[in-house]
């Protein structure tokens, strides 16, 4: 059964308010809670135990796999290790995320780490977010790593986010790109008070025809802390985008760090960055439609991080 | 409806080290009055867009008073005065990475009613309702983003209405319709304050105001000021390329 406290998790992590419809597992303090397979869907844990192996027949298509992961148990950490194989000419959606509600003083956290084989002209779309509530001290820590393995004519979109309460973020995100595939990753990071994220991007662009667009949105408030690290590596002719925007409020810090490595002539590779408070402009903007200073400020990070 | 009393406007001499202080608007009066289409005009750098912002309250007043509706406003902030019902279109309109021209309407007009947005749409008739999803960011070309600004503006339904150099970026054949569409939101019970160069914009004006060195040089239709206008245009070319208020002019 599903408690009070489980639903509210699951409600901000993954949009759930009740079981979802078609495959789904929901993994609770470390242990597996509920699982449901499909005809079209396998779930099953991995050899070592430590997580799952997420199997989706080729073919598949407008069918999703929820796999949201709550924690509440005081001075756990929680290491899981999911694989995802998306067969060829399927497009799926996986909706991941992992809300903790941290009690005591005790710290509690999770790492999880994805690793996804996208199949021939598969298409993924992936949605992970990471909430932390709780009265309780205790340090909430979240690392997700991702790996992406695309073939031929695969695409993968991510979305990935840090809403809020996370204490420490040690994120990264990999990716090898086969010919004619497509990877687009949106990464969202709000924190605050004295939090701090970490977020590092390997993109490869290895196959010839690939392409990858980075997203990156980061809202420092308070005295919290966040450094961005992408890398783009293009190994054949490809083309890459990587665009970072933060927005600093009160007094946090930011450190964008892109780079952009053409190994091959016929790379095209761009990027943009920028790093500042709310444009002047555009609050000015919002309290004469008749916002105050406050709402303003609110609705562009929230239009920001949409 | 809106009257300027006394009203100074004083910042520092932008290329001047010694912070000599300059009245960029130096001692205007003014009286505003319902139902009429003002288009407020004159050299780069004589304070039109400044006196705008003053009574929008983007910009605080140095000194003297803006009644609006026998109320003083001087002192209020942008949003008390947006709420008290003026509206401002920017001559760069503001862009957003995440909010929509929909979400600007949803402000403007304090709904997300679906119909409410595209009877907006289809009474400002300059915005096709593609552009009611599109984001506010920096892909819009000029000419769009103007529309859009002027939409919002519209949207929020306002008693005074003030609109900066409302036709730059707008295609030559948009910018009829545009002045049409401004006489048409002027309804008896409303003032609509246009700042611009543009001949079609002076045409459609019940007054003419021509600034020139933060002074108000004229006031009166169009005929008669057509020759202080070229006046104006010759002698102060030099002015047009210093200044705070020409860089502004220039952005």
Redesign the interface.
Known sequence: MLSALDKTLLKTVADLESLPQGAYNIRKNGKLLHREVSANINIETNADGTGIVVIIKPGTKNESVHIPVILSQAGLYDVVHNSFIIGENSDVTIIAGCGIHCGSSEAEGHAGIHDFHVGKKAKVTYVEKHFAMGEGKGKRTLNPTTKVFLEEGATAEMELTQISGVDEANRLNEAELGPDSFLFITERVLTEGNQSALSTNNVILQGSGSRANMIS?SVIKGNSKQIFHASMDARNKCFGHIEC?AIIMDNGTNETIPALKALHPDAELTHEASIGKI?N??L??????????DQAVN??I????? | MLELKKLYFTAQNSNDENGTLRNIIDGMDFHFERGKFYAITGPNGSGKTTLAKLI?G?HPVTSGSIIFQGKDIASL???ER??LGI??S?Q????????TFR??LS??T?TDEEKVFLDIVSRVGICPLSFLDKEIDSTLSGGEIKKIELA?TIA?NPTLAIYDEPDTGIDLWTIRPMVNLLKKELTPDKTTIVVSHNKSFLDAADVIIILSHGKIAYTGNLNDALPLLNDLSICTYHQKIEGIENAECFR
């Open positions: 949105r925007d444009a402009d555009q000015t903007k919002l309290m004469s439609l008749g916002l105050t200073y609705r562009i929230q239009g920001f991080l949409k | 929008m983007i902030s942008i949003t947006a709420k509206a401002y920017f760069q309109p503001a862009r957003f990475k995440g909010i979400d600007l402000i403007a304090g919002t929020a």
